[in-house]
């Protein structure tokens, strides 16, 4: 907050559940509000339901799921960073056609469409992205796909970026840069992560999921003090131990 004024809120979710056609509750029922502008790491181990919380928040659930409660946006798209790369990009189309196709909304004139498509290439982080432009996603290195697709999530001019486990097949040198790009982003970010090491270079809030349910919502430097569920309380002891390890 700033001046003593509360942000608008750009994502605010209200009794959200996801359940199998058959009743059995997936997620939820979660409440989850972030301000405009804030950061928030989504917390929790494999299959906790931070995954289908993400889904949830950019309308890309499985159509077989049913949906109940309201998530709303203070904007009409919400960008999302896969973590599978090979579902998140056409492998028959090149690497610049992709990431400039959301940019024909407000770009008319094909070669500063080009120009633009470049440019957020090298912002995600990429060497060379007019070669990286041309090759088809089969030609480039997990690392590289991973970028073009953060590239991608940019292109669409999104205010709310929801990341969802964008970093956890990448090597070290990778990530951090992949990280460091998303903590400079000027938007609202949700980080979706196992890696509370990955949360503190980019959020400053903590949201834990387990089972299908937030069961800690704290700011960041307070979890890591002091986490009181235990599903927070192991990811700050594996946290420790790695950091420990290094």
């Known amino acids: 907050m700033s001046g003593g004024q509360a942000r608008a ?3 605010e979710v209200d009794g959200l559940v996801v359940a199998t056609p058959g ?22 181990v494999s299959g906790a339901g931070k995954s289908l919380l993400a ?30 790369t090979a579902a998140a990009l056409n492998p028959l189309v090149r690497v610049g056609a992709q ?19 470049e440019a957020l290439l090298a ?13 088809y996603p089969g030609e480039l290195s997990g690392g590289q796909r991973q970028r073009a697709c953060l590239a991608l999530a940019l292109a669409c001019g999104s205010p709310v970026i929801v990341a969802d486990e964008a970093t956890s097949a990448l090597d070290v040198v990778t990530e951090a840069a992949v990280l460091t790009v998303l903590a400079e982003l000027p938007a609202t970010l949700a980080l979706v992560t196992h890696d509370l090491a ?19 919502d704290a700011p960041l430097a307070t979890l890591l003090a002091a986490p009181r569920h235990p599903a927070a309380r192991e990811l700050v002891r594996h946290h420790r131990l790695l950091e420990d390890a290094w």
């Open 23 to 44: 009743g059995r509750t997936l997620l939820g029922p979660v409440d989850l509000h972030v301000a405009a502008g804030e950061r928030v790491a989504v917390l929790g």
């Open 123 to 135: 912002r995600a982080g990429l060497e060379d992205p007019s070669t990286v432009a041309r090759r």
């Open 99 to 117: 990431v400039g196709r959301p940019l024909r909304r407000t770009v008319r004139d094909r070669a500063t469409r080009a120009r633009r498509t």
């Open 198 to 216: 990955a949360a503190r270079r980019t959020c400053d809030r903590a949201v834990v999921v387990d089972a299908g349910r937030v069961v800690e």
């Open 9 to 11: 809120c750009a994502v």
């Open 55 to 84: 889904a949830a928040l950019t309308d890309t659930l499985p159509a077989d799921l049913v949906r109940s409660g309201s998530v709303r946006t203070g904007t009409s798209r919400v960008a999302l960073v896969q973590q599978d």
